[in-house]
C-alpha cells in the first residue's frame, strides 16, 4: 500500500511544509540523503503543545506534538522527492523539552516513531535519538529532525 494510501485510510493528510523560521534551509540533500530540518509541532503557523512535558504538558500531548512533527517532517520529503513511496528514514532525532526529573523522553519521541513507522511501513523504521533539552524555539514541546534516504 502507498504511503498516500495509508495516510488516507488514516484519516490523515500531509499538512503544507512549513517554512524555516531562521537563516537555514527546510531540507538539504547530499547524493541519496535527505537531512530534514528541525520541526516543531505547527499547525498553519502556530505552535502546539507548546510547553515543558512534565509540567506544562503531559505525555499524551508531548506525543501528539512529536506526531505534529512528524506530519511536518514528511511533509517536507514528500515535497522534496515527489512521493514518500521513494523514502526511506534512516534515524529520526527527537528533543524534548523536559522539567527537571522528567525520563520519559523516548515515550514521548514514540509518536513519531510509531506514526512513520505506520505510515512507511519497513521503510519508516529507523535509529533513533530522543533527548530531553531545557527549552526549545518558539517555547515547542518537541523538535524532530529527520535523515532520510531516496530511491531515485
Avoid: W
Amino acid at each position: 500500500m502507498s504511503a498516500k494510501a495509508r495516510l488516507k485510510e488514516m484519516g490523515l493528510t500531509l499538512p503544507k511544509p512549513p517554512q524555516p523560521a531562521g537563516s537555514y534551509t527546510r531540507a538539504t540533500r547530499s547524493g541519496n540523503l535527505l537531512f530534514v530540518s528541525g520541526q516543531l509541532p505547527l499547525v498553519k503557523g502556530v505552535v502546539h503543545h507548546g510547553g515543558i512535558v512534565g509540567e506544562d504538558i503531559t505525555v499524551d500531548q508531548g506525543q501528539e506534538a512529536a506526531r505534529l512533527c512528524a506530519l511536518n517532517a514528511l511533509s517536507i520529503l514528500e515535497v522534496e522527492t515527489g512521493s514518500l513511496d521513494s523514502v526511506r528514514i534512516l534515524r529520526i532525532g527527537g528533543y524534548v523539552s523536559s522539567a527537571p526529573g522528567f525520563t520519559g523522553q523516548a515515550q514521548v519521541v514514540n509518536g513519531a516513531s510509531d506514526l512513520i513507522a505506520e505510515i512507511l511501513g519497513e521503510r519508516g523504521v529507523h535509529a533513533r535519538l530522543a533527548v530531553g533539552v531545557q527549552s526549545l524555539p518558539l517555547g515547542a514541546s518537541v523538535e524532530l529532525e529527520v535523515i532520510a534516504e531516496v530511491e531515485d
